[in-house]
């Protein structure tokens, strides 16, 4: 039976997010956690959808493209501009997902799954190397998914690696890495917040002081270059200054939390370099720099103050790819 599967990664952004909407940049890198579609022929008259982590089996006609979950509007839209935008013929199969991303994390799961489920889908018809094809189709999941997205998780998703982005121009690529002996903490908070009410609330905010949010968001750029200056002489202690620094700054502008706070200062207090909330904030994940050898310790911390998923990432993994 013919199957295909591909798969895309998730994203943290290590420097610079809610700055970015104004046009400050960021730099965001895709994380060695991934999200996989298999899509399967099937005898059915459906298509199916099963994903287990999202907990989801439901149906969609391919006549009608009308979606059986609310949760599959973002498929049900790709499918839709794939038939009458792209003019491809939509037959049944089986979609299985796999996602090793907390979903509503702030981690790019949505991103990852329409960038994997898009691959798959063209090379399951048999559209090769259509890297373009990938991005049009993946857009159309995330805005059905994100309403407004800035279009960094679409970018990490598809292109992976680590990138400098900046609002309305190209993503830059660069190459960092953390050094031997450090390690990069991912923990979900377990709230889930919309990103947009977060980004107009922070947006609000900045119009309400103008002379002194200004020099927040100059301060947030100019984070960048210490950062990059951090990573490439490897002084991890500074790159963890940096990202109390942006954490602080993110403070103030209301993107933090009780929760989020209590997280980054229990890791702090025990001998993390740095830590921040990574996405939108009020929820969602939060990024904390170790000593490789302080990680274990420093991740039973997160669980016992009731962090959800807590794991190790690599940073700059690669982008969306058909799996053999
Ligand atoms: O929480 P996420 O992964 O959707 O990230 C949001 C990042 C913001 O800078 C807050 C908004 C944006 O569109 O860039």
Known sequence: ???VTASAPGKIILF????VVKGTRSIASAISRRVYVSITETDSRYIRIISPEAGLDSVIDPETLK??????APLASMLEYIRDTLGYRIIPVTIRVKSELPIGAGLGSSAAFSAAFARAFLAFIGEEDSLELVRKISIV???RAHGKPSGIDTAMAIEGGTIIYKRGENPLKISLSLPEGYSLIVANTGVERSTREVVEFVLGRADKMVKVSSLLYEAADRLIDLALRAFKSGDMELLGEL???????????????GVIERLLWAARKNGALGAKLTGAGWGGSIIVLVEETLSSVIKNVLVDE????VFEVSLGEPGVRVEE
Request: proline share 6%; hydrophobic share 35%; no cysteine.
């Open 1 to 3: 039976m013919k199957q």
């Open 16 to 19: 610079g997010e809610h700055f």
């Open 67 to 72: 979606p059986g979950d609310p949760m599959l």
């Open 141 to 143: 999941g995330e805005t």
């Open 243 to 257: 990202m109390d620094v942006n954490q602080g700054l993110l403070y103030s502008m209301g993107a933090s939390s």
């Open 306 to 309: 009731g962090a959800l998923d």
